[in-house]
T-cell receptor
Framework: SQELEQSPQSLIVQEGKNLTINCTSS?????LYWYKQKYGEGLIFLMM?????EEKSHEKITAKLDEKKQQSSLHITASQPSHAGIYLC??????????FGTGTRLQVFP | DSGVTQTPKHLITATGQRVTLRCSPR?????VYWYQQSLDQGLQFLIQ???????AKGNILERFSAQQFPDLHSELNLSSLELGDSALYFC??????????????FGPGTRLLVL
């Protein structure tokens, strides 16, 4: 079965700094989803990537899909306290259900 | 706000008991998915319903069951509860749940604590 590994597990950055979160799959990625979760709350959809080389941006968050490497990265530019939370990548493995990574906990301090 | 609603928000019960979690999908969405999030297992897919029919099953225990009603809301029934069932239970919905790529929108979750 497909597994997703996220790195780092935890990240503490100063406000204004850039950061990158990686998501690596054990199998071919057909669709890769990024979600953000505030502690103990629901998941907020950020972006979906479908094709190798695809790159999407929303405000200060950019996600890329490297199909060959079976990897996706999420980059936050000029981080703000509002970016704090848990970032989860999910893959559909060409089925309807989503397999999720273990999550990256991001803290941003002033 | 994703448009997916879940009730109750919190639930505290005892071992051996049975509870029902409820989910209303976004308006127009036909597919409902249930996920369990725990500290040791992470976020795991349990089951999917599409327009009233079970479509996919994941790591759902036999003590758990779900259904989707004609008005498309769904219920997840958890019985003979054990301490290890304590977790956040999420419902998500998508327009059709077909084989194409569809974004799943998540509800706020139900936090279950089994004592």
């Amino acid at each position: 079965s497909q597994e997703l590994e996220q790195s780092p597990q935890s990240l503490i950055v100063q406000e204004g700094k850039n950061l990158t979160i990686n998501c690596t799959s054990s199998k071919t990625l057909y669709g890769l989803y990024w979600y953000k979760q505030k502690y103990g709350e629901g998941l907020i959809f950020l972006m979906m990537l479908q094709k190798g080389g695809e790159e999407k941006s929303h405000e200060k968050i950019t996600a890329k899909l490297d199909e060959k490497k079976q990897q996706s990265s999420l980059h936050i530019t000029a981080s703000q306290p509002s970016h704090a939370g848990i970032y989860l990548c999910g893959a559909d493995g060409n089925t309807d259900k989503l397999i999720f990574g273990t999550g990256t906990r991001l803290q941003v301090f002033p | 706000d994703s448009g997916v609603t879940q009730t109750p928000k919190h639930l505290i019960t005892a071992t051996g008991q049975r509870v029902t979690l409820r989910c209303s999908p976004r308006s127009g969405d036909l597919s409902v998915y249930w996920y369990q999030q725990s500290l040791d297992q992470g976020l795991q897919f349990l089951i999917q319903y599409y327009n009233g029919e079970e479509r996919a099953k994941g790591n759902i225990l036999e003590r758990f069951s779900a259904q989707q009603f004609p008005d498309l809301h769904s219920e997840l029934n958890l019985s003979s509860l054990e301490l290890g069932d304590s977790a956040l239970y999420f419902c998500a919905s998508s327009p059709s749940g077909g084989r194409g790529r569809e974004t799943q929108y998540f509800g706020p979750g139900t936090r279950l604590l089994v004592l």
